[in-house]
């Protein structure tokens, strides 16, 4: 595929779909550019926001009028990875867009020309031109992907629904990623048992530029082969010659990163949680030594017995997968330096540390 212009800008409004993918939001991403530069960027946030007006559209004319200062965006392009809906076509027509480029048609509500032809009738001196399909595979794997998780969907002890994440989840940005994973439920089906840890603390490892990553310099090795792929791969490792850390690949295959699993919350199986950590039943185990149960990355492997056995596991299959609860509201998340990495020099100061505030089980506040 040769890139043109439109390509590379639809690409930028694919990554955005990704964030509202890691979300749970429907993955449905844009942006808005004007002289050649990106003037905003949004994705789908009706879940997150609790309103049901906070298509990607609309907010990306929303920052791009904040940006220019007016509301008139004739003079700019909107590449939107799925059809307008008929409120968004209404928008774009409002904020006098000059031109519209989408990814894939929408057959239940697409307002441009699948179900109505709305730009077609503009009432105005302006009228915006469209252009499609552009990446509209691309565009429609995220969906489909999507949907296709969602209807996986099965509940905790707890009453939460929980629905099961794919491959294609774990394509994405590290990052945003470590962010989005707060939350979500680690779930390991130990000897018929249900062993499920609600993640509170996570860390990014971004790969080949940075100092803190085990692949820092490109650096391929037998014990970082599992690092560049497939996403969605365990990445287990001894440290101190004790204790193992659980990863989670990211990123397309051939960009070795990963999100390391700092501390979880238990909430299923706790009585074999502590049998495999502490060798007694979690009915004895004192405030001290409950919080401990996992707390930590080398605590949380021997929790839910995880070995460097385990290293390479798809974690999209059955023994070993991450669920994500259906409909959720996003914690208060704290930034922070990562752990442990002195020696990554600059690397050391980047924002990279993710936790729960006010989670009793985080590893360090």
Request: charged share 25%.
């Amino acid at each position: 595929m040769i890139m043109t212009k439109e390509i590379k800008y639809m690409a930028e409004a694919l990554l955005e779909a990704k964030k509202a993918y890691s979300i749970g939001e429907i993955p449905v991403g844009a942006v808005i550019v004007r002289n050649d530069t990106i003037i905003a960027r949004a994705h789908n946030t009706t879940e997150q926001s609790g309103n049901p007006v906070r298509h990607a559209e609309i907010n990306a004319i929303e920052a791009a009028c904040a940006a220019l200062g007016y509301r008139s965006l004739h003079e700019c392009e909107m590449y939107v990875t799925l059809e307008p809906c008929p409120m968004c076509a209404g928008a774009i027509m409002q904020s006098r867009i000059g031109k519209l480029y989408f990814g894939a048609p929408d057959e239940t509500a697409g307002a441009v020309t699948t179900k109505a032809d709305l730009l077609d009738r503009h009432f105005g001196n302006r009228k915006t031109q469209y252009f499609f399909p552009l990446l509209e595979e691309e565009s429609r794997k995220l969906l489909t992907g999507f949907f296709q998780e969602v209807r996986t969907k099965f509940s905790l002890s707890d009453g939460t629904n929980v629905y099961k994440l794919s491959e294609l989840y774990f394509d994405n940005d590290t990052v945003h990623l470590s962010k989005a994973l707060l939350g979500a439920y680690i779930i390991r089906n130990y000897n018929g048992e249900r062993l499920t840890v609600r993640i509170v603390e996570t860390e990014a490892y971004c790969g080949i530029e940075d100092k803190g990553s085990h692949t820092y310099n490109d650096t391929r090795t037998p014990r970082t082969e599992v690092m560049y792929g497939p996403p969605g791969r365990a990445y287990i490792y001894l440290i101190y010659g004790m204790y193992y850390c659980l990863n989670i690949v990211t990123r397309p295959e051939g960009i070795p990163s990963a999100v390391l699993i700092r501390a979880v919350e238990p909430v299923e199986g706790l009585n074999t949680m502590s049998l495999l950590r502490y060798g007694e039943p979690y009915e004895k185990l004192d405030k001290k030594k409950r919080i401990g149960l996992t707390n930590g990355p080398g605590k949380l492997c021997m929790a839910l017995g995880l070995t460097k056995e385990h290293n390479g596991t798809d974690l999209t299959k059955d023994e070993i997968y991450i669920a994500r609860p259906h409909k959720f509201k996003p914690p208060d998340i704290v930034t922070t330096k990562r752990i442990n990495i002195d020696y990554a020099e600059e690397a050391a100061d980047y924002p990279w540390r993710f936790y729960i505030r006010g989670n009793e089980y985080v590893s360090k506040k």
